[in-house]
């Protein structure tokens, strides 16, 4: 059990202990909270999302939210055997003052009651002996219509209206109302049939309906904060003006408890659920209910009008359905939904206030877009061999940030090794303020080129100042006495995020770099820059491929500049030896072009030829992994490179959006590099260089070459025709000093 959860149960039996008058919430009757003491609420998966899909999770949620249709959202993905993304974003208040949303937040699930609570009570029930689908209902209340079923009821076939005045809503008034279509005839959505539903499991099982379903389902599924009437604590989400009361006027009126409406859960809870029903009954190896139940209950039937099992929705059409035909789930009118597919073997749970903070949010076409992105995405590996600074940092209770005022130096590819925004974690990091979030070039979302603007984050609503934006960034540092740096380097010296990160140096601020590695691995290489005055391509003597992890680097350049030393939350086991797919990390791009780890190995390289009428690939698919222009002879070139080992050329003609021939089909050649290769791409940008110059002397502008190697000699040989060996010439003697110069600052091996 979370101890967080089992702090905020104590602390609320503790308050109704102490208060004999007061009605206990079912939330926390005994046999409940037994069972939850007994199971972990939820199991490691071994396997997460792919990045591209946490990714289109996160940008349906970030639009949602700046659109204002809901302040924010819980969100879970998994299988039978666990959860493989587990995410929190944006806010559960915004008014009077805003509160970040959490993973543990407990919602209203409004008409998902229904399912969760209702429908399965009824599977348990008729499990048990005490209850069949097709029993009149008039045998159990006596009342009743004698030709509507507990089937038509779970269906809503049962041809009662879907609602009365809130003052009718009672048992007897229902049993009274005329029915609208007979029996069996029509699909007709009723939350009238489900009060009656939780009235009826409640005269069978002869108890309150509240206690039946917590002793029955929630404490042997080990449920830890899902019941009802949980009343005004701060982990429960607010509707509209509504906070730790049902919204559903019904419910509320009959006191919080109903079949239709009034339970509240998170999503872990539901999660639990959800794995449950995916384990034909079990979860954890402890079996809640028996096989053929769970696949009675959860069948999908046809009924006139409609697709349904009995207690939960089906697609309505299956042709056109995101998860598969055999797939249901439910959805509640506060903003939550439960989806669940047992041919993939996968479930989305999605919880959201959409009513706080003004009653108008809309959530169902962001909650289908999520299901959608998950439907037939491939789970990889959650094995990662390398302990990040972030995790480590988060691991050890965020102590070393214990009291501070923080200003992150971050973007959207700084992530756990979950794949959560480092920017996230430190929203909601104890004893940690976070003043504002100061960007590099791209921005937080990293898909800029230009200048970009100051802005606010909407899933957490931390400021923004832009390093890279069109004004003065002199009030990046103000008002905080720390600097927290996590940023996603290429390696490369031109990469912009080394000069953001002398910034945050040069700040007079304490500096914090949460270690990353260095997708480049730790070898430097190519010449050292010479140029002067520094600039954003060019902020301090390094070599194209300067071989450190940031925090490294930090170190050295803090060193070389005469500045404070800064603090380094390190790497756990990563050496120099690693590229990036070395590490079972989960790659999220650093810069809009830098698309993969192998765009990241070439990057410094054929970057070079960035500043020459080449194109580099930029608004192709393959950015730095193609080159070519208008007047390029593919083959011609290709023969005058030559073979180099682990690294393929091949022609392909391509039409970029962007760069200097932007929608012109330029003849060219991709780069292909071999599974294990561990070529350096400087010599393969050498070779290139040369043989360009061979093959179109007129054509090819060599001069711009020269921009970003930073090295007058290597460029005016490459003007005198030199071979590739001759252009690398200087660069080993220039390579050791650096070497040397570097060597007190480096902290792996």
Not at 111 to 125: D, E, I, P
């Amino acid at each position: 059990m979370r101890l967080g959860a089992l702090v905020t149960l104590t602390a609320l039996i503790s308050v109704a202990d102490a208060s004999p008058g007061a009605p206990r919430p079912a939330l926390l009757r005994a046999p409940h909270l037994a069972a939850a003491r007994a199971l972990s609420p939820r199991a490691p998966a071994g396997l997460r999302l792919p990045a591209s899909t946490q990714l289109a999770i996160e940008r349906e949620i970030d639009r949602a939210i700046d659109r204002g249709e809901m302040p924010g959202a819980v969100v879970i993905v998994g299988r039978r055997d666990g959860i493989s993304f587990r995410r929190a974003f944006g806010a559960a208040r915004v008014e009077p003052v805003r509160r970040a949303m959490t993973e543990g937040a407990i919602f209203d699930l409004a008409s998902v009651t229904k399912a969760v609570a209702t429908a399965t009570a009824v599977a348990a029930l008729v499990e048990d002996g005490r209850l069949g689908y097709d029993d009149p209902v008039r045998r159990h209340l006596p009342a009743f219509d004698p030709r509507v079923t507990v089937r038509h009821l779970l269906t809503h076939t049962s041809g009662l209206p879907a609602v009365l005045d809130v003052t009718k809503s009672t048992l007897p008034e229902i049993s009274r109302a005329p029915l609208v279509d007979e029996p069996g005839v029509r699909h007709r959505y009723s939350d009238l049939g489900f009060i009656a539903l939780g009235e009826l499991v409640a005269r069978v099982a002869g108890e309150r309906f509240e206690g039946f379903v917590a002793r029955r389902l929630f404490g042997p599924l080990g449920l830890v904060d899902t019941g009802f009437r949980p009343g005004p604590s701060p982990r429960v989400v607010p509707t509209d003006e509504w906070h730790g009361v049902v919204h559903d006027p019904r419910a509320r009126a009959r006191g919080g408890v109903a079949g239709h409406a009034g339970l509240f859960s998170t999503a872990d809870d539901l999660a639990r659920v959800a794995r449950m029903l995916l384990g034909g009954g079990t979860i954890d190896g402890r079996r809640v209910l028996r096989a053929e139940t769970v696949r009675a209950m959860t069948e999908v039937h046809e009924v006139p009008g409609a697709r349904v099992t009995l207690g939960w929705d089906a697609p309505d059409d299956p042709a056109k359905a995101v998860f598969s035909a055999r797939s249901f789930g439910h959805e509640g009118f506060t903003g939550t939904s439960l989806w669940v597919d047992p041919d993939r073997d996968r479930f989305v749970v999605f919880l959201s206030s959409r009513l706080h903070p003004d009653g108008e949010g809309k959530v169902a076409p962001v909650a289908h877009a999520i299901r959608a992105h998950v439907a037939h995405a491939r789970e990889v590996p959650d094995a990662p061999l390398i302990e990040l600074g972030v995790d480590r940092l988060a691991r050890e209770g965020f102590l070393a940030l214990g009291g501070r005022r923080v200003a992150l130096l971050t973007h959207g590819a700084a992530r756990d090794a979950s794949g959560r925004r480092t920017l996230d974690l430190l929203a909601a990091a104890p004893g940690v303020e976070l003043v504002r979030v100061v960007t590099p070039e791209h921005g937080l979302s990293v898909a800029e080129d230009g200048p970009v603007p100051d802005g606010r984050d909407g899933r957490t609503g931390v400021p923004i100042v832009s390093l890279y934006g069109a004004g003065t960034v002199h009030h990046a540092w103000a008002g905080v006495d720390t600097v927290v740096v996590d940023l996603v380097d290429a390696g490369a010296r031109f990469y912009t995020y080394v000069a953001a990160l002398v910034q945050a140096l040069e700040s007079g601020r304490r500096v914090v770099v949460l270690d990353r590695p260095n997708p480049s691995g730790g070898v430097p290489a190519g010449p050292v820059s010479r140029a002067v005055p520094r600039s954003l391509i060019d902020p301090h003597p390094l070599p194209v491929i300067h071989g450190m992890t940031l925090g490294e680097l930090a170190r050295f350049i803090a060193h070389e500049r005469g500045l404070a030393t800064p603090e380094v939350v390190a790497l756990a086991g990563w050496r120099r030896s690693m590229r990036f797919r070395d590490t079972g990390l989960e790659w999220f791009d650093p810069s809009p072009n830098l698309r993969s780890p192998r765009a990241a190995l070439l990057y410094p390289g054929v970057a070079l030829f960035e500043m020459t009428n080449l194109s580099v690939g930029r608004g192709t698919p393959t950015p730095f992994e193609w080159v070519g222009a208008p007047w390029l002879d593919p083959g011609a070139v290709i023969a005058a490179v030559g073979p180099i080992e682990g690294v393929a050329l091949a022609p392909a003609a391509r039409t970029p959006e962007r760069g200097p021939f932007r929608g012109e089909r330029c003849p060219g050649l991709t780069i292909s590099l071999a599974p294990r290769a561990e070529a350096s791409p400087l010599p393969l940008a050498m070779a290139l260089a040369h043989a360009l110059r061979t093959v179109h002397p007129r054509e090819w502008d060599h001069r711009g070459v020269g921009v970003l190697l930073g090295s007058p000699d290597t460029l005016a040989r490459l003007g005198q025709g030199a071979a590739p060996n001759e252009l690398m010439a200087g660069w080993p003697l220039e390579l050791e000093a650096f070497a040397v110069r570097r060597r007190p600052f480096l902290l792996y091996q």
